[in-house]
């Protein structure tokens, strides 16, 4: 079986994960004080933020033109009177 992933979708996973790692080092070496794991919670939201808004930015495409309403149809003015 093949699994099918498109281009889009693994960048936008790849990005969030190096977001949630980056987030992650980096509050473990901000706080003052004995060395200490980073904040995991505020790592995870960080990822799902940006993998999020990633791809509300990339997959987002509006349509190109407004719906219609639909027309009625014609009615011919030269057709035989008895067919209306």
Do not use: C, N
């Amino acid at each position: 079986m093949i699994v099918q992933i498109y281009p889009v979708a693994a960048f936008v996973f790849v990005v969030a994960l190096v977001v949630g790692t980056v987030v992650f080092k980096y509050t473990s070496a901000s706080h003052g004080g004995p060395p200490a794991r980073g904040d995991l919670v505020g790592a995870i939201g960080a990822a799902t933020g940006v993998g999020t808004l990633l791809w509300l930015f990339l997959t987002f495409a509006p349509s190109p033109a407004p719906a219609s309403l639909p027309e009625a149809p014609v009615i011919s003015s030269t057709a035989d009177p008895a067919v209306r």
